[in-house]
């Protein structure tokens, strides 16, 4: 491609404004499609002929955005690591509020460490957030930052039952993790694709990487928290690349720590790997066992799965030899079950089955039941359709498929149904605060702001500030007159579940189904399951999904193979 030659004298600036000017063009385009269905095009025909000039092919415009495509499509792949940074709360300015990274970690670390001396760690419910909050409260001790206390955040209604972080002003709350970034958050960090929940003055930097603790333990910290060794363990198991390592769902799933017969080192230490990850997500569930595990431990593997051993025997917790036998149960009920089943192959399966034996349930069960199937296509009755490939083939990206696409193909096919369907913010605040409490975060306006930015409607510009205080006070505290002002402003399903889901190439999510025809009032009576009864609407929509998914993805693979 012809370089453009530099006027001497000049200093070259354009490299550093061209991520401005695109995202310009890209957030334009909302504004082109909200008036493209607002406005009556035929209306007048000198406008029509000029813009079917501009858009026809061969068109103006339509030629110039073909080059810009090729163009951006000709340049290469941005490299694995980026720049990570974190940003104070309540900062304005981005050049001068961005905390950046050199060589001796946080470069504001001092300064936060004297306006903060004590912190409390907000992580994910799995692995990477166990070892991702252990390397940041090691980080954070070792600058005079006392780490007092943690807490487990989970995606769902989950997220806004969490605790409130201690009304003290010299306690810092960090969050670690974590997508959904939350403005009473002063460090937040993440690894995942994309980022929501975080105010304009909370912008953050985040890095795209393997796995959190990679960002924590070797760019964050000036040294190494966790070994080379175990953060490339923890980031296959984050990302479930077994394939490329050689691993099974019988590694995976694996509950006895047996020593290789052969002494080989690196099979120990994957199997230790593997069962700390195992141990951990079987006793997630438990009451204050992940805070406790992360309050206690240091940043190593061995010392992670010694503790949960440890804390187990404490609490007595179920033996890893009984939740074997609930887990090979499982497995055998699973293989009979009629919500199972195999089709050319895609295993289709919907809910989880029984799983109320402690260690009964693993999610890569499905591929040990068909280990040569290429996907699996599973629905949960919470609306939730999940479509991943098989992550033990060599692989991944099966077929010439795009699960990520094909989800959004598939959404198309509802677009219309689920557009005209209005959830009400009295239904999202009383689903999302299902399990909150007086001391919970709760679901409020400016959750509602993150997520659904300027999809809401009803919202007349007279009325915000009344609807904000009322969305930022608990449901439980509110009137029924407060309940009916909430009534009146709503998001579509569709920008619900567009908000909601996500995912690539060989694993996504539709979510967010299950605001499709609630209630905008908590039910009464006591719940009590009846098999007569016809399933809510929400059931049967996200079962009609999951079905559209698997007949396109056979359509998908029979004009690839």
């Given at each position: 491609m012809?370089?453009?030659k530099?006027?001497?004298?000049f200093?070259?600036?354009?490299?550093g404004e061209?991520?401005?000017?695109?995202?310009?063009?890209?957030?334009?385009?909302p504004?082109?499609?909200?008036?493209?269905k607002?406005k009556d095009?035929?209306?007048?025909?000198?406008?029509?002929?000029?813009?079917?000039?501009?858009l026809?092919?061969?068109?103006?415009?339509?030629v110039?955005?073909q080059?810009l495509i090729?163009?951006?499509?000709?340049?290469?792949?941005?490299?694995?690591?980026?720049t990570?940074?974190?940003?104070?709360r309540?900062?304005?300015?981005?050049?001068?509020?961005?905390i950046?990274?050199?060589?001796?970690g946080?470069?504001?670390?001092?300064?936060?460490?004297?306006?903060y001396?004590?912190?409390?760690?907000y992580?994910?419910?799995?692995?990477?957030?166990?070892?991702?909050?252990?390397?940041?409260?090691?980080?954070?001790?070792?600058?005079?930052?006392?780490?007092?206390?943690?807490?487990?955040?989970?995606?769902?209604?989950?997220?806004f039952?969490?605790?409130k972080p201690?009304?003290q002003?010299?306690?810092?709350?960090?969050l670690?993790?974590f997508?959904?970034?939350?403005?009473?958050?002063?460090?937040?960090?993440?690894?995942?694709?994309?980022?929501?929940?975080?105010?304009?003055?909370?912008?953050?930097?985040?890095?795209?990487?393997?796995s959190?603790?990679?960002?924590?333990s070797q760019?964050?910290?000036?040294?190494d928290?966790f070994?080379?060794?175990d953060i490339?363990?923890?980031?296959?198991?984050?990302?479930?690349?077994?394939?490329?390592?050689?691993?099974?769902?019988?590694?995976?799933?694996?509950?006895i720590?047996?020593?290789?017969?052969?002494?080989?080192?690196?099979?120990?230490?994957?199997?230790l790997?593997?069962?700390?990850n195992?141990?951990?997500l079987?006793?997630k569930n438990?009451?204050?066992?992940?805070e406790?595990?992360?309050?206690?431990?240091?940043?190593?593997l061995?010392?992670i799965?010694?503790?949960i051993?440890?804390i187990?025997?404490?609490?007595?917790?179920a033996?890893?030899?009984?939740?074997?036998?609930?887990?090979?149960?499982?497995?055998?009920?699973?293989?009979?079950?009629?919500n199972?089943?195999?089709?050319?192959?895609?295993?289709?399966?919907?809910?989880?089955?029984?799983?109320?034996?402690?260690?009964?349930y693993?999610r890569?069960?499905p591929?040990k039941?068909?280990?040569?199937?290429?996907?699996?296509?599973?629905?949960?009755?919470m609306g939730l359709?999940?479509?991943?490939c098989?992550?033990?083939?060599?692989?991944?990206?099966?077929?010439?498929?795009?699960l990520?696409?094909?989800?959004q193909?598939?959404?198309?096919?509802?677009?219309?149904?689920?557009?005209s369907?209005l959830?009400?913010l009295?239904?999202?605040?009383?689903?999302?605060?299902?399990k909150?409490?007086?001391k919970?975060?709760?679901?409020k306006?400016?959750d509602?702001y993150?997520f659904?930015?300027?999809?809401?409607?009803?919202?007349?510009?007279?009325?915000?500030?009344?609807?904000?205080?009322?969305?930022?006070?608990?449901?439980?505290?509110?009137?029924?007159k407060?309940?009916?002002?909430?009534?009146?402003?709503?998001?579509?399903?569709?920008?619900?579940?567009?908000?909601?889901s996500?995912g690539?190439?060989?694993i996504t999510?539709?979510?967010?189904?299950?605001?499709?025809k609630?209630g905008?009032?908590?039910?009464q009576?006591k719940?009590?399951?009846?098999?007569?009864?016809?399933?809510?609407?929400?059931?049967?929509?996200t079962?009609?999904?999951?079905?559209?998914?698997?007949?396109?993805l056979k359509?998908?693979?029979?004009?690839?193979?």
């Amino acid at each position: 491609m012809k370089k453009i030659k530099e006027a001497i004298g000049f200093i070259k600036t354009y490299e550093g404004e061209l991520p401005q000017h695109l995202n310009d063009l890209i957030n334009v385009l909302p504004v082109i499609q909200n008036l493209s269905k607002t406005k009556d095009l035929n209306a007048d025909e000198g406008i029509v002929q000029r813009l079917y000039s501009l858009l026809a092919d061969g068109g103006d415009l339509h030629v110039l955005v073909q080059e810009l495509i090729d163009l951006l499509e000709s340049l290469p792949d941005k490299p694995s690591k980026s720049t990570i940074g974190f940003q104070l709360r309540g900062s304005q300015n981005l050049d001068e509020s961005t905390i950046l990274l050199k060589e001796s970690g946080l470069r504001e670390i001092g300064a936060l460490a004297e306006r903060y001396p004590k912190a409390e760690i907000y992580f994910h419910q799995d692995l990477d957030g166990v070892a991702t909050a252990l390397a940041m409260k090691t980080y954070l001790e070792a600058n005079g930052i006392n780490v007092i206390d943690s807490h487990v955040i989970q995606y769902g209604d989950k997220e806004f039952s969490v605790q409130k972080p201690k009304a003290q002003g010299d306690v810092m709350p960090v969050l670690v993790d974590f997508a959904h970034g939350k403005p009473i958050f002063t460090i937040h960090t993440d690894h995942h694709d994309t980022q929501t929940g975080v105010e304009d003055e909370t912008a953050t930097q985040f890095r795209g990487a393997r796995s959190n603790v990679e960002t924590i333990s070797q760019v964050v910290s000036p040294q190494d928290l966790f070994t080379n060794e175990d953060i490339m363990m923890i980031s296959t198991i984050d990302s479930a690349d077994y394939a490329k390592h050689g691993i099974s769902p019988d590694d995976v799933m694996n509950y006895i720590f047996k020593l290789s017969e052969t002494g080989d080192v690196p099979k120990n230490k994957w199997m230790l790997a593997l069962l700390t990850n195992k141990l951990l997500l079987a006793y997630k569930n438990k009451p204050g066992f992940l805070e406790q595990l992360v309050m206690g431990s240091s940043p190593s593997l061995l010392n992670i799965y010694q503790n949960i051993n440890k804390i187990a025997k404490e609490e007595g917790y179920a033996t890893p030899e009984e939740m074997l036998q609930h887990q090979e149960s499982y497995v055998e009920k699973q293989r009979e079950s009629e919500n199972v089943r195999y089709e050319d192959g895609i295993i289709v399966q919907y809910g989880g089955g029984r799983m109320f034996k402690a260690g009964s349930y693993d999610r890569y069960t499905p591929f040990k039941i068909y280990p040569d199937a290429d996907f699996l296509v599973i629905a949960w009755p919470m609306g939730l359709v999940q479509a991943s490939c098989n992550p033990f083939k060599e692989s991944r990206a099966l077929k010439g498929v795009n699960l990520g696409e094909l989800a959004q193909s598939v959404l198309l096919e509802y677009q219309p149904m689920l557009e005209s369907e209005l959830v009400p913010l009295s239904t999202l605040k009383r689903i999302g605060e299902t399990k909150a409490t007086e001391k919970s975060i709760g679901f409020k306006m400016s959750d509602v702001y993150a997520f659904y930015e300027d999809k809401i409607e009803g919202l007349n510009h007279n009325y915000v500030n009344i609807v904000t205080d009322i969305m930022n006070k608990p449901w439980s505290r509110l009137s029924e007159k407060q309940k009916q002002v909430l009534d009146r402003v709503g998001v579509s399903v569709w920008n619900i579940v567009q908000s909601n889901s996500g995912g690539h190439k060989c694993i996504t999510n539709i979510s967010g189904l299950n605001f499709y025809k609630r209630g905008k009032r908590d039910p009464q009576g006591k719940y009590s399951y009846d098999k007569n009864r016809e399933p809510s609407p929400y059931v049967t929509l996200t079962k009609d999904i999951q079905q559209s998914f698997v007949e396109l993805l056979k359509s998908k693979i029979n004009s690839t193979s």
